[in-house]
DNA sequence: TATATGAAACGAAACGTTCCGTTTCGCAAG
DNA sequence: CTTGCGAAACGGAACGTTTCGTTTCATATA
């Protein structure tokens, strides 16, 4: 069973020894209306390319695999994430990581958190895309690195503190229930961060939640 | 280019109105052994047939696909743990890290993280799967209850801390390694294992660390 | 008799490539 | 400034290949 969707109606020609950013934006229009309808494991080159008007000759040209199209949509989705408020880090990462979880979510309209889970996936088996994904990520951590190195000087985090390292802790809770499907609510959110900051002894964590 | 894999020389017939136990543990051996040779994402239900010397009709009656013959692997494979030695909370939590990790990382011939977060990533697409995989999770962490537990009891923890929750913060980091590919060493483990117990703002997160 | 087995063959779907004819760009000759 | 032309990108169609999941068959056991 198929899904019937309706391909897109204005039809492209080319513009010469140049790439076409009219293309670019229907064949990414186009995975992100697939997404919707038929779900991301489901979505072929072939659908996308008819969906798109594209020629299958010009997705391989430009997107060696579906992941890589997935990818581009990442980074076009950039987070419109204030700069920190600088008062205090729980704060800051309250807020960082309501946006961060909102953009995964789909607040946005696309749920992005469902193809940077699937470009992890596929990153397994693909150097190439693993390489492309990393760069991705640091560039998109960089507000995180502020707001860290921000309360280390306000005196909140012990100086000398190591940043990469504790972006990677900070981030590996929610990357965690990303990739469970779990994503947190607004109130889970403050006490993952409350967790995070405080570590298990603090106990920080003494709340009901649900079952794994 | 299809990589030459030896097919195993046994040939089996019926055992009669009976599940085949030797065609179980040969299609299982098989899948390990491609694995090996080829990786996850080249494995095929063929391949894997043909590899066991079992018809394809037989796979697919027991395991609607590839990825539920992982999880039958997963399941096999389990842990010789020993019981937490109950003396603190930050020794239980590395040797039962340690193990785990080991394990995943292939440590006992089968690497078996490469299983789990394949399993993980059809598991978001196929939602009796990802019945299946919570439920061997659930099983697989009741000592890391039993070791979260023991260190309440002990006063280690503060009473009422939510142990579900506990659970998920304590794998939540070497969950993310592993899908980010970046298992730990033992002397991570540690660290890490500190990280958690205290927080971020405990300050144990000065290390020197690879950069993300 | 009922059920499981290995083996083989099948149609359907998606893959990735290769053509085709068209369009536009950049550059060089007139 | 105009013209011509190679290069490159475009949509579209067709191609052979691979993998899928199913079906059929003869055989073997309880």
New binding site residues.
Partial sequence: M?AQVTPQQE??????????E???A??LEAFATLLDEVGYA??????V??Q???????????W???AHIALSLISKAKVEIAPPAGVSLRDDLIDYLSRMIGLWRGDAGLPVGVLVRHCYAEAWSDPELAEALQAERRERWTMLNDILQAAMARGELPTGTDLARAKDFVMSWPIYLLMTDRLPSPEEIARMVDDTLGGLRSGSSRHPSRDT
Same sequence: chains 1, 2.
């Fill in positions: 198929t039809t492209r020609t080319s513009v010469g020894a140049r790439r076409s009219a293309t670019e229907a064949v489901a979505i072929t080159m072939e659908a390319a008819k798109a008007r594209a020629g299958k000759a010009t997705l391989y040209r430009w060696p695999t579906k």
